[in-house]
């Protein structure tokens, strides 16, 4: 069997968390991550969000709850899930693309990556 490509430069793990977002107008936006790496993370959001918005993101990662990452972000793909049959509810999946990590956060990001890989 062929393994699949990845245009991924990092690895993604699964992740069950809750980030909060500030957009530009300052509109604050509640999403659950559902997959992260250090270079970016995958969202569920009730809100809808733009390509190419730029987003203040913070979370807290479950093995390190002392700590709240925050970080500048670019939404990179959306799908709107709202015209499905069956769905309860109307929500957007999407990616977010990290723009800036302080080392601190890096640092975070891949003991968290690696805890979960391992």
Same mark, same amino acid.
């Given at each position: 069997?062929? !393994?699949?490509?990845? /245009? /991924?430069?990092?690895? /993604?793990?699964?992740?069950?968390? +809750?980030? /909060?977002?500030?957009?530009?107008?300052?509109?604050?936006?509640?999403?659950?991550?559902?997959?992260?790496? +250090?270079? *970016?993370?995958? +969202?569920?959001?009730?809100?809808?969000? =733009?390509?190419?918005?730029?987003?203040?993101?913070?979370?807290?990662?479950?093995?390190?709850? =002392?700590?709240?990452?925050?970080?500048? *972000?670019?939404?990179?793909?959306?799908?709107?899930?709202?015209?499905?049959?069956?769905? !309860?509810?109307?929500?957007? =999946?999407? *990616?977010?693309?990290?723009?800036?990590?302080? !080392? =601190?956060?890096?640092?975070?990001?891949?003991?968290?990556?690696? *805890?979960?890989? !391992?």
């Amino acid at each position: 069997m062929r !393994e699949q490509k990845n /245009r /991924r430069k990092a690895p /993604r793990v699964p992740a069950s968390l +809750i980030a /909060r977002c500030c957009q530009k107008d300052l509109n604050e936006v509640g999403m659950r991550v559902h997959d992260l790496s +250090i270079g *970016g993370m995958g +969202i569920k959001t009730n809100y809808p969000l =733009s390509l190419k918005e730029r987003l203040a993101v913070a979370f807290q990662l479950k093995n390190n709850l =002392s700590k709240v990452l925050c970080v500048t *972000g670019e939404v990179a793909w959306l799908q709107y899930h709202g015209d499905n049959p069956g769905r !309860e509810e109307t929500f957007f =999946s999407g *990616g977010i693309k990290f723009l800036n990590l302080q !080392e =601190s956060s890096v640092a975070i990001l891949h003991k968290y990556v690696r *805890g979960v890989v !391992e």
